[in-house]
């Protein structure tokens, strides 16, 4: 199940970065997020963490399975934002998480 970004999204990339999966945009980076309305979850690419529900400032995410009747149009707005896909994307780490891996990972002596 995975989440779901509905109208009440303030769009101020808290989500974003809380993300480990790099699923939702457009991102602070990208072209278009200063004039977006709203951000989008990627339903293919969502691992369903919840990471992205905490960091959200106005409750605006949630799972597609606790909806209300009236949040609905939202599962397919999210989807609608990316091209479609048939298959489940592996999880891809976000920028800021990939580059602190390098501070995080051990390399044995020797080698």
Partial sequence: MPHVITQSCCSDGSCVYACPVNCIHPSPDEPGFATAEMLYIDPVACVDC??????????????????????????????????????KLPPRPSWHRSSMRRWFVRVPAGR
């Avoid at 529900?53 to 409750?59: I, Q």
């Avoid at 939202?74 to 298959?87: Q, S």
């Fill in 50 to 87: 919840g990471a992205c529900v905490s960091a959200c400032p106005v409750g605006a995410i949630a799972p597609d399975s606790r909806l209300e009747p009236e949040q609905l149009p939202f599962v397919e707005l999210n989807a609608a934002f990316y091209p479609k896909r048939e298959t």
